[in-house]
């Protein structure tokens, strides 16, 4: 097999239609061409930035084993852009936090990290994202309640007013608060109605013994 056909093979494994162009059009010229390096997908969901755990190291050391040079950097790159299903084991699985690959050791295969550590920051982050929910959610009730009030309440005009009535009081129950029991309140209403406010009976008094 000659140069040329070899790199077109390549090209057309990779996908790379440009590139099959540009040699087709040296092998006319008489240049000579670099044969392109197969493109490897990215595994859908590979977080760069985050380190492997354990499992997902040990993983790697089992897959590596004594292989040097490109060898293994071939192993090492197939770790990080081959799909699990490819190893035909249902243990080996992609661990949900650093999102390398490892093989569960679990008795009925039902881990989604591969380490502790993982398992930690893990649980950190879904902590963290549902505190932001969270609050989120506070300052958004928090300003709906604000201006569901403010259009209930006119108070930028002369004469302030309220337009619904349970808001007026909802807002006001908590500051106007009385001393007295309801029991007694309802008993001094009854005895004004009945008496009237200028009948009552001046309480007599008793000589300090």
Known sequence: MGEYEQARQDAYRAGDYDAIER???????????????????????????????AGAV???????????GEEGYDVVRSLITRPAEEYGDKRVKVCVYCRYLWRDPSLRNTRGTCSDECKTALR????????????????FWQVKEEKRVRISYFYWLEYP???????????TWKHEVSGY?????????????????????????????
Do not use: C
Request: aromatic share 6%; net charge positive; proline share 6%.
């Open 124 to 139: 950190s982050e879904q902590t963290a994202i549902r505190r932001k929910e969270q609050a989120m959610r506070i300052a």
């Open 23 to 53: 040699i087709i059009d040296a092998e006319a010229a008489g240049e000579t061409v670099e044969q392109p390096k197969p493109v490897n997908a990215k595994r859908k969901g590979t977080h760069w930035h985050r380190d492997p755990g």
């Open 58 to 68: 040990e993983f790697a050391r089992e897959q590596v084993g004594e292989l040097t």
């Open 181 to 209: 029991d309801q029991s007694f309140l309802d008993k001094m209403s009854t005895k004004n109605e009945t008496i009237g406010p200028r009948n009552r009976k001046k309480p007599k008094r008793r000589p300090q013994e």
């Open 161 to 171: 007013f309220w337009v619904n009535e349970y808001d007026m009081l909802k807002r």
